[in-house]
């Protein structure tokens, strides 16, 4: 346990959830994060997991309270105050608002407006939906540039692939791929647990899906020693979820314009992240895994690539590929719809509401 890094008024059983465990000798010969602090694994990392859930939890709540359902609230009102004047007004849509006064008020002042139960109704939808994606947003920024950070620490290279299997295995781990690992863990499965808090998806069991099978996959390789693996998957994941909430809080916002080309960014980039990058990463772990890897279970040696540990992974990384491949089906419809309707582009994994299926 940690015990060296904390100051001495901590209680001991808060150790492990408050800093990283197994601290341990650095390798004599470190190729990567040469001055950080190095760690083993162990299962005391699981409190670190529910330390970073806990702080997410509480991270969403304040952001979505204090951030963006009050932007949005007020960004929506604003632009529906604006439009009904120029609707009162019968000044053409865009005109300067508030050049004319209303009538019976002086110095341009106007009539205080009372909006419909349904148009409150629709801008409270909209302002839940662009907080719930407004965190993503923060969310999947964050993860993706600390892993690129981390990618271009390790001794890997994007377009050569056997790099992530040399000199396994790769234990022990600097401190700061070991956070990476971790937190992200911890991402989805707090993802896993609002699900169902959300507003409810079509493809629901989808998403439910995939949350699980990463969250196996992060656990396997975190625990196998795979970790530059790892965190390379995730980059690749966190490439293209940067854009798509970024993409709904335009539309949230009734900027469709820009809505439409985000669309257009995040198809390109799900394209080359997940089914191109993706598949050669679900190539190299078929076949320069074996090749540079001998398949044996030596614990003592942090050594855990058994063939049947092989086998598991290749299984879900090749289920996680194919549940891409789905969701790539319906983002292509989607981006059909926003090149022959403009305006009208809609979220690739739609959602229901009100017993109705809506896209977003």
């Known amino acids: 346990m940690n015990n060296l890094q904390v100051s001495g008024w901590l209680p001991s059983f808060l150790v492990p959830f408050l800093t990283l465990s197994y601290p341990t ?13 190095y760690y083993a694994t162990g299962i005391l990392d699981a409190c670190v997991i529910a330390s970073c859930i806990a702080v997410m939890a ?32 019968g000044a053409p849509k865009g005109s ?3 050049s004319v006064p209303s009538a019976g008020h002086k110095n341009g002042e106007h009539a205080p407006l009372t909006m419909p139960k349904r148009d409150a109704r629709a801008i409270h939808r909209n302002v839940s939906k662009f907080a719930e994606q407004g965190w993503y947003f923060i969310c999947y920024t964050t993860n993706f540039s600390l892993g690129v950070y981390v990618h271009y620490n390790l001794p890997t290279r994007l377009l ?3 790099d992530l299997w040399l000199n396994y295995p790769h234990v022990p781990i600097a401190g700061t791929v070991k956070f990476y690992c971790l937190i992200q863990i911890a991402f989805y499965v707090h993802q896993a647990f609002i699900l169902n808090a959300e507003t409810r998806r079509k493809d629901h069991v989808q998403m439910m899906a995939h949350h699980i099978l990463t969250i ?17 998957g995730m980059v690749l994941m966190d490439c293209a979820d940067v854009v798509l909430p970024f993409g709904k809080m335009l539309r949230y916002m009734k900027l469709y314009t820009l809505c439409d080309i985000s669309l257009l960014v995040f198809l390109v980039s799900w394209f080359i992240s997940r089914h191109v990058l993706a598949i050669f990463t679900v190539k190299s772990t078929l076949v320069d895994s074996v090749r540079l890897v001998p398949e044996m279970w030596a614990p003592e040696r942090g050594n855990y690539f058994s063939p049947l540990v092989h086998v598991a992974l290749s299984v879900l990384m090749v ?18 719809r926003a090149v022959t309707c403009p305006g009208l582009s809609d979220d690739p994994r739609s959602e229901e509401e009100d017993g109705q299926v809506r896209h977003e």
């Open 319 to 336: 289920s996680l590929e194919v549940l891409q491949l789905i969701w790539f089906g319906l983002i292509c419809r989607a981006a059909y």
């Open 96 to 98: 300067a608002i508030g």
């Open 58 to 89: 509480v991270l969403r709540d304040i952001t979505r309270i204090y951030i963006t359902e009050p932007f949005a609230k007020w960004n929506l009102t604003r632009d529906w105050e604006r439009s009904q004047r120029e609707k009162a007004n």
């Open 25 to 37: 000798a650095p390798p004599a010969d470190p190729d990567s994060f040469h001055d950080s602090r």
């Open 216 to 232: 196996i996959l992060m656990v396997v390789l975190y625990a196998c020693n795979l970790t530059r693996l790892g965190c390379l």
């Open 160 to 162: 050569h692939l056997a």
